[in-house]
């Protein structure tokens, strides 16, 4: 369903209920009003010939209101009936067509009477000896208040179905102006970034398209960042696919000595760009929002001994350990978090000098837990530390063999999970790379 037709739909029903309900209460009204001032005029037209025949008897003297000698009939209409008698029941003065039986008053005052399956309103005054009895056709009223009703409905109807048509032309030409962003949306190029106008646009629409200029910029800074990452990735590659060949080369054409340390050299090429597709792939599945199995919460502690444990025998003996977490459970899954510290231990390490120590503690409370790691390196200035995070960044004083992707893919783990990675320089010397993961909830 359009919007169009949705809105005009939605404001046509609500006004066609509130109107019915006005209308209904207003016939109503008018039914009641249009019942009590015909019965008033019952009243009043019985009244009237009392006061004509009071005057009639005044004025002369000598005769007698009872002495009429013929029944006096007044041609009437059809639907009202006037007739007076005496209080013995005699005829004295009637309507055209009045039925005796209808006329015949039983007490004064109001009634409502049926004969031959028509229904009768009639009037009853008894005074100076008189009995005069009005009556109108209920079924005359009937017709009487359709036709008034008719009048007025008629109009109405003409306003609701003229409203309901401006309402439509109205409603198409207020979102005009949606058309027309379809249309532009529509024309532009697929590669396009460039922000959309909102000054000819009405204030209702001004949100929606700052909102979608803001998505444009935000698409525009991830199409850079991406273009970035390929080239970057492409350069990371090639250079140990570069030395690969030329090492390859060389052991073709030396034999002995040289031809193996030629190997050994395309080995160590081979296992840093293994070593770089990892870390590629893992930066690409976390910022890709990838699925990953969570199994069993892990322990902080376990992640703590399997980081030692992977670490090479020299790195063993660097790393100074202390856990304070308990028994903490972490909501990150168990390969992600292994991930994230092992590559925290690995820039320590890196980023020291040799046979230094580098310090991982480990402490805990209700809602996170705290992965520290300092170093004992030339640490970093204000301006690197944010550096740091991008991809294929490296220090100054880092050891060859680093992909420049570690401390990238830590900040994504913990932007992902909404934990937090910071980096502070240390007095006197050194970095402290501080993790803070989600911890599971306790049983």
Do not use: K
């Not at 444009?216 to 991830?222: D, E, I, N, S, T």
């Amino acid at each position: 369903m359009s919007l169009r037709l949705r809105l005009v739909l939605t404001i046509g029903i609500a006004l066609a209920l509130l109107w019915g309900v006005a209308a209904a209460w207003m016939l109503r009204d008018l039914d009641r009003n249009l019942q009590r001032t015909l019965d008033e005029r019952l009243a009043m037209s019985a009244r009237m010939v009392s006061g004509l025949l009071e005057q009639a008897r005044v004025g002369e003297a000598n005769a007698s209101p009872f002495a009429i000698r013929d029944v006096v009939t007044v041609p009437g209409r059809r639907g009202i009936a006037c007739q007076v008698r005496s209080l013995r029941g005699e005829v004295m003065a009637t309507t055209q067509g009045a039925s005796r039986a209808l006329m015949a008053a039983h007490a004064p005052g109001y009634a409502t009477r049926t004969l031959d399956g028509a229904q009768w309103r009639t009037y009853t005054l008894q005074a100076n000896g008189l009995s005069i009895t009005t009556a109108d056709s209920l079924n005359e009223r009937a017709g009487l208040g359709r036709r008034i009703a008719l009048a007025a409905g008629i109009p109405f109807l003409i306003a609701a179905v003229g409203g309901l048509l401006a309402l439509w032309f109205g409603a198409g030409r207020g979102l005009a102006p949606l058309g027309r962003l379809r249309q532009t949306l529509a024309v532009r190029a697929p590669d396009s970034i460039d922000p959309l106008d909102a000054g000819t646009l009405p204030l209702e629409l001004r949100p929606l398209v700052d909102a979608l200029n803001h998505h444009l910029q935000r698409v525009a800074q991830a199409v850079l960042h991406e273009r970035h990452f390929t080239s970057h990735a492409a350069h990371e590659l090639r250079t140990p696919l570069t030395a690969i060949d030329t090492h390859l080369q060389v052991a073709c054409l030396t034999t002995g000595e040289d031809a193996e340390r030629a190997l050994d050299d395309a080995r160590e090429g081979v296992r840093r760009m293994r070593a770089t597709l990892d870390q590629l792939l893992m930066l690409a599945r976390v910022e890709g929002q990838a699925r990953f199995d969570a199994g069993e919460p892990v322990a902080a502690r376990e992640i703590l001994e399997r980081v030692v444990a992977a670490s090479g025998e020299d790195a063993r003996g660097r790393l100074d350990c202390s856990d304070r977490s308990g028994d903490a459970l972490l909501s990150v899954p168990g390969p992600l978090a292994f991930a994230a510290v092992r590559n925290l231990v690995d820039n320590a390490l890196r980023y020291s000098p040799p046979g230094s120590r580098v310090d991982l503690a480990i402490d805990a409370d209700d809602t996170s837990v705290r992965f520290a790691v300092l170093d004992q390196g030339a640490g970093l200035h204000p301006g690197e530390q944010a550096d740091a995070v991008r991809r294929f960044w490296r220090g100054r004083s880092a050891t060859p063999g680093g992909s420049g992707l570690g401390l990238a893919i830590v900040a994504a783990i913990a932007e992902r999970y909404e934990g937090r990675f910071t980096l502070r320089a240390n007095a006197p010397v050194g970095t402290v790379a501080e993790l803070v993961l989600p911890r599971a909830p306790l049983a």
